[in-house]
């Protein structure tokens, strides 16, 4: 365990150094097409979490999905994320995490929907823009 955590100390650094270009690249960023910039995953979270979320975020897919997801979300109020998803082909979990990012700036929850899925009715809660 004390070797595992040895490694987490060493690369953080390396983690906080991408994440303060990051927040000097920002407006830089919100050229790029970024909505909303908020941390992709927790303090607690494996350093390959952060590092993907990095690469995400470099990548241009963040801002690419964001971009779409409040497109979808403006053109077909009251969608939920599974519509979403499959409307746009983007992966369930991704869109989930791209409404969470922008929850409560561009768009916001709305109430609960039912829709049948693998022969089970669940309520989802629906999107809207804000």
Same mark, same amino acid.
């Given at each position: ?29 919100? !050229?790029?097409?970024?909505? #909303?910039?908020?941390?992709?995953? !927790? ?29 979808? #979300?403006?053109? +077909?109020?009251?969608?939920? +994320? ?9 992966? !369930? ?11 409560? #700036?561009?768009? !916001? ?14 309520? +989802? ?6």
């Amino acid at each position: 365990m004390n070797a595992q955590l040895d490694i987490f100390d060493r690369q953080l650094p390396e983690l906080e150094k991408a994440r303060a270009e990051r927040r000097s690249n920002f407006a830089q960023d919100i !050229r790029d097409g970024l909505l #909303v910039d908020v941390p992709m995953s !927790r303090t607690d979270h494996p350093n390959t979490s952060h590092e993907a979320g990095e690469w995400l975020h470099r990548s241009g897919g963040r801002a690419s999905m964001q971009k779409a997801i409040l497109e979808h #979300v403006r053109k +077909y109020p009251g969608c939920i +994320y599974l519509e979403i998803a499959a409307a746009l082909g983007i992966e !369930r979990h991704n869109v989930a995490s791209r409404l969470a990012e922008m929850k409560g #700036v561009l768009v !916001r929850q709305g109430e609960k929907r039912e829709m049948e899925l693998g022969g089970k009715r669940l309520q +989802y809660l629906t999107w809207w823009p804000t």
